[in-house]
Each structure stands twice: as C-alpha cells, then as structure tokens.
C-alpha cells in the first residue's frame, strides 16, 4: 500500500477538465495484512488547491474519523 500521489490526482484533472480533485483510497484488511486509508487532493490553482484541502480534511476528521496529529 503507497500513497496516491498529487501528479495522479493532477492528471485526472488535466484529462479530465476538473479544477478539483480528492481522491480517497482504503485498504481494507487485518493483522499482520496492511490495511489503512489515503487521502490525495489537488487544485488547478492556489484558489482550487485550498478548497481541496478543505474537502479533504473535512473528510478525514468529520466523516472518517482521523485523529489530529
């Protein structure tokens, strides 16, 4: 399990036509197998970038639960 990079995040959204993009992965499994989740977001601009991040880290505390480091 690697996490999903920002240039995979940036190609869905210059091959696609999209200004933002959030990308959520999970590996469901249990011990000893790796198992855990991913969040990767990207904006076409400084503008779309923080909307992302936004998205995405409402995502990660609000509705799956993370906990801050």
């Known amino acids: 399990m690697k996490p999903v ?3 995979a995040a940036q190609h869905i959204a210059h091959t696609y ?5 959030v990308i959520i992965a999970r590996k469901i ?5 790796p198992h855990g989740e991913h ?3 990207y ?3 400084k503008e779309h970038c923080g909307v992302a ?6 995502l990660k505390y609000k ?3 993370w906990t801050k480091e």
């Open 39 to 41: 969040v990767t977001t």
């Open 17 to 21: 036509g999209y200004d933002q993009v």
């Open 5 to 7: 990079p920002i240039k």
């Open 63 to 65: 509705i799956m639960n």
């Open 43 to 45: 904006g076409v601009n």
């Open 53 to 58: 991040a936004a998205i995405g880290d409402y």
């Open 29 to 33: 499994g249990s011990h000893p197998e």
